[in-house]
């Protein structure tokens, strides 16, 4: 099992930063990339960015590319999602969710963190 606890949201202004949080915890020997998803009221669950553990690499969003920076702390079993220049569109309850060695799809999701960006 691994524990996914998401900090960092709240409300922020357009044009703003914001910077999310998601600590690891328990099994996570087994990670191979963690990544941020998002969910607007009204709307399905979206990808927002990923980042694999071992190498570093990244995916992003095209909806947030040169927005968003995703990025990771291996010793704190850490990633984070920087926010800059947020949209109002942004708004939503951003998940963070590990990828498991040998998985297809996304093993453990956190509760999720609210982000709301006013106008």
């Known amino acids: 099992q691994v524990q996914l606890v998401e900090s960092g949201g709240g409300l922020v202004q357009a044009g703003g930063s914001l910077r999310l949080s998601c600590a690891a915890s328990g099994r996570t020997g087994s990670t191979n990339a963690m990544g941020w998803f998002r969910q607007a009221p009204g709307k399905e669950r979206e990808f927002v960015a990923a980042?694999?553990?071992?190498?570093?690499?990244?995916s992003t969003a095209d909806s947030v590319k040169g927005r968003f920076t995703i990025s990771r702390d291996n010793a704190k079993n850490t990633v984070y999602l920087q926010m800059n220049s947020v949209k109002p569109e942004d708004t939503a309850v951003y998940y963070c969710?590990?990828?498991?060695?040998?998985?297809?799809?996304?093993?453990?999701w956190g509760q999720g963190t609210q982000v709301t960006v006013s106008s």
């Open positions: 969710a590990v990828l498991l060695w040998g998985s297809r799809t996304y093993d453990y």
């Open positions: 980042i694999s553990w071992s190498a570093g690499s990244t």
